[in-house]
């Protein structure tokens, strides 16, 4: 639909940094309502409006469309692919309302990807605002091991690597992922880099060769000595990694609360999952000392980073508010089963996937993973 001006385009990496910083930004959002429920763009900063597209289209044939906004606000329009919201920026331009179409749509949102030094350290957290998923890669001595890779990024890790004169000799999933889909595989046979699961992981019928871990085992990159802990209950392979102070918690443990027992099994075996799940938040890592920076496998969407832009906390300001680790059993075993939610979108194809039972191309897997990630239970 043919408008006088050409609204402004704003780069999904620009919004990232908006997001991040909690700036107050306006989100318009014209795609339909199950979509938006679904998913959509968070932040502290974040004030959401929804109006469909349609209803746009009909207010600039039959009325104005300033009557659907507030004429005050500065808008960033989104819609699926950036098409609908272009036009719905240009309406709102030639009305006089300051507008931006978010270039890509919720397709380049989920294409964000940055990734920082932890400091003091040489990990590096890799972080996808659209998801809320962290990966990292631990670098020494001109070797990285790269935890948790998502293979909508793989090129990613080896360009930035490259650019750190580090080459990938691990690469390490701390579980089998429901989420989305991991670039173990793909990863290390475009690397040649050793891909590693636990013992239990692999149990699960891992269809592709790779080389297993245990509790206690070590992993040598460089000068770092990573510890390999086993932290079940997500899943029951789930491991962590102690390097150098820093637990890589994978899915064992979140900043601000527990993941979820019932991606693996069925909802039935969901309770001793559960149980597991609290042994290891309190036999296996409450011991840790108070000052282990802990960086997980997960944050919500749209949480504010640290100060140093990284999404890590120290354990024990994290055990003073993640409540496994002072409730009882029972009552840590309930609270999961009842405040669990709705499971990740095609979770059942992508574990299937990721354990090379089924194939996808890259265009599928992309959308396929697309939407909430409802891997945590927040306290």
Not at 284 to 297: Q, Y
Not at 301 to 309: E, K, M, N, V
Request: negative net charge.
């Amino acid at each position: 639909m043919a408008t006088d001006t050409e609204a402004s385009e704003l780069d999904p990496n620009e919004l990232a940094s908006l997001v991040e910083s909690a700036e107050e930004v306006h989100i318009l959002d014209v795609r339909n309502r199950d979509e938006v429920d679904a998913w959509h763009i968070e932040g502290p900063g974040v004030d959401r409006s929804h109006v469909p597209y349609m209803r746009f289209v009909s207010a600039q044939v039959s009325g104005d469309v300033t009557e659907l906004v507030d004429p005050d606000r500065s808008y960033i329009v989104v819609c699926p692919r950036g098409e609908a919201s272009a036009e719905v920026a240009e309406m709102l331009t030639d009305a006089g309302i300051e507008a931006r179409n978010l270039a890509g749509g919720m397709q380049g949102w989920a294409r964000v990807y940055s990734h920082h030094r932890i400091p003091d350290t040489d990990i590096f957290q890799y972080y996808r605002p659209a998801s809320g998923c962290l990966a990292y890669a631990v670098v020494s001595g001109g070797d990285a091991l790269v935890v948790d890779p998502l293979r909508a990024f793989a090129d990613r890790y080896r360009d930035d690597l490259d650019d750190l004169n580090a080459e990938i000799t691990a690469i390490l999933n701390t579980h089998v992922h429901a989420d989305h889909f991991s670039a173990l595989q793909g990863l290390a046979d475009s690397t040649g880099a050793t891909a590693i699961v636990s013992d239990g992981a692999a149990e699960r019928g891992l269809s592709f060769a790779v080389e297993t871990v245990a509790d206690g085992d070590t992993i040598q990159i460089g000068d770092y000595e990573t510890e390999v802990m086993s932290t079940p209950g997500h899943t029951t392979g789930s491991i962590s990694l102690l390097v150098d102070g820093v637990l890589l918690s994978g899915d064992s443990l979140f900043l601000d609360g527990t993941p979820r027992p019932d991606l693996q099994k069925d909802d039935a075996d969901a309770p001793s999952m559960a149980r597991t799940l609290y042994e290891t938040i309190n036999e296996r890592i409450a011991p840790l000392p108070d000052d282990t920076l802990v960086a997980p496998g997960h944050v919500p969407p749209g949480r504010q980073p640290s100060a140093d832009a990284t999404y890590t906390d120290r354990l024990g300001a994290i055990r003073n508010r993640v409540r496994g680790f002072s409730e009882d059993r029972e009552a840590f075993v309930e609270r999961l089963l009842d405040s669990m939610g709705p499971q990740p979108a095609n979770f059942e194809q992508i574990i299937a996937v990721n354990l090379g039972h089924e194939t996808v191309d890259d265009a599928d897997a992309f959308e396929l993973e697309l939407g909430p990630n409802n891997c945590a239970v927040s306290d």
